[in-house]
């Protein structure tokens, strides 16, 4: 089993090599699949991330979940040690660009109890069938999830070359449902 930073650095090198055509091509397949699943037609209130740069994106899905009239809801960065409260947005347009670029809502006035998502979207970098999953190391996202409900849905949204057959899981890693590829 490779370590992490190891699994961390081919995926980054797999990423360089995925043309914009493809990742595009992709991304529509991955949108088409959320909007069309049951998770996602019976959830209420959603937490998905903010894609950046190359990650599966997820500002379509956004857009089209607020259209869909769902409680949607996003993470804002607190600190590296407080970790991220998480959100709700009405618009598109709620979303600025914070400390590292990352698009988030500009202040937390319509934060929400982790208890209360019923459905949750989640990045990563590397997944594998067992629902193991490898973020960028800050932590941000094992520390949301174990807040979260047991019976929540959580899925990871990845392209196929993120996917191993098995990812080293450590104490503090949260398992996952499911994943959504190209
Ligand atoms: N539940 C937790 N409580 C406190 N610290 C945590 C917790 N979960 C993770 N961390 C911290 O985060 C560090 C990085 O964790 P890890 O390498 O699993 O990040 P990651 O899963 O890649 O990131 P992310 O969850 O943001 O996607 C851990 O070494 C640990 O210090
Ligand atoms: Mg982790």
Not at 42 to 50: E, G, P, S
Not at 140 to 147: G, I
């Amino acid at each position: 089993m490779e370590n992490k930073k190891s699994i961390r650095k081919l995926v980054k090198e797999r990423k360089n090599t995925f043309s914009a055509a493809d990742r595009q091509n992709s991304n529509s397949i991955i949108f088409n699949k959320i909007i069309n699943s049951s998770d996602y037609k019976n959830a209420q209130t959603i937490f998905i991330f903010v894609s950046f740069n190359n990650e599966v994106d997820t500002h379509r899905i956004i857009k089209q979940a607020l259209q869909d009239g769902k409680i949607l809801c996003v993470p804002k960065i607190i600190s590296k040690e407080q970790g991220m409260d998480i959100v709700r947005i009405k618009s598109f347009k709620d979303l600025k660009e914070g400390a590292y670029g990352i698009l988030e809502p500009e202040d937390n006035k319509l934060k929400v109890q982790e208890k209360d998502i019923e459905l949750s979207y989640l990045p990563g970098l590397a997944f594998d069938r067992r629902g193991g999953r490898i973020g960028y190391g800050g932590g941000f996202y094992d520390r949301f999830l174990v807040k979260t409900r047991k019976d929540s849905k959580k899925i990871g949204l990845a392209y196929k070359f993120q996917v191993f057959s098995e990812v080293p899981m450590e104490e503090h890693d949260v398992f996952i449902d499911g994943i959504i590829t190209d």
